[in-house]
């Protein structure tokens, strides 16, 4: 099994509410399994009650949300897969650069743990990976969060920050390889 531990650093490095967000990314053949742990003063920002029903939801990003970018290694497609704390999900197919956008309809579901604690949150999925990619495909991953605030703000959290802005699709930000 190939893993490699990660900490995402906010857009800017500002943190003005000291959070910390750090995690694990493994990859055994055809499975994928990441954790996100957010530590902290979670008091200041927007975490989704969970939901009922979880269920596939577009724009998941204008709240609190994990995000998971997988991008075969030498090919410009890619798949954003979005975790709100509240049980829903969404997985986005792109064939390059912010362009193609599509559902990735393979998935009718994306289980995922998540635990809370007053001053932490974590987040953990299994994905099978040969739903889109041979088992033996070489990837490259982004690991990315956004955090909203109680003030309304958006916080953006990833594993480098390549860009002018916050921008998690830019190929120099898929920087781990399973």
């Not at 990314?25 to 029903?53: K, Q, T």
């Not at 995922?112 to 990837?139: G, H, M, T, W, Y």
Request: aromatic share 12%.
């Amino acid at each position: 099994m190939r893993g490699r531990d990660f900490s995402l650093t906010p857009f800017g490095g500002e943190n003005e509410s000291h959070l910390k967000i750090k995690g694990r990314i493994e990859r055994a053949s055809h499975n994928c399994f990441i954790s996100y742990e957010l530590f902290g003063a979670l008091s200041g920002i927007v975490v989704p009650a969970p939901a009922e029903v979880p269920e596939r939801k577009d724009r998941l990003w204008e709240e609190t949300c994990f995000e998971l970018f997988i991008r075969p290694e030498d090919s410009e497609r890619y798949w954003e897969f979005n975790l709100s704390p509240a049980g829903h999900w969404n997985v986005y197919r792109f064939a390059y650069y912010r362009e193609g956008m599509e559902e990735e309809m393979v998935f009718n579901s994306l289980p995922f743990n998540i635990e809370s604690e007053p001053e932490a949150l974590r987040l953990s999925l299994l994905l099978d990976l040969k739903k889109i990619v041979p088992a033996d495909q070489a990837l490259n991953i982004a690991v990315s969060a956004v955090i909203k605030t109680k003030d309304g703000r958006l916080t953006y959290w990833a594993l480098t920050h390549p860009g002018p802005g916050p921008d998690f699709h830019k190929k120099e930000s898929f920087i781990l390889s399973l």
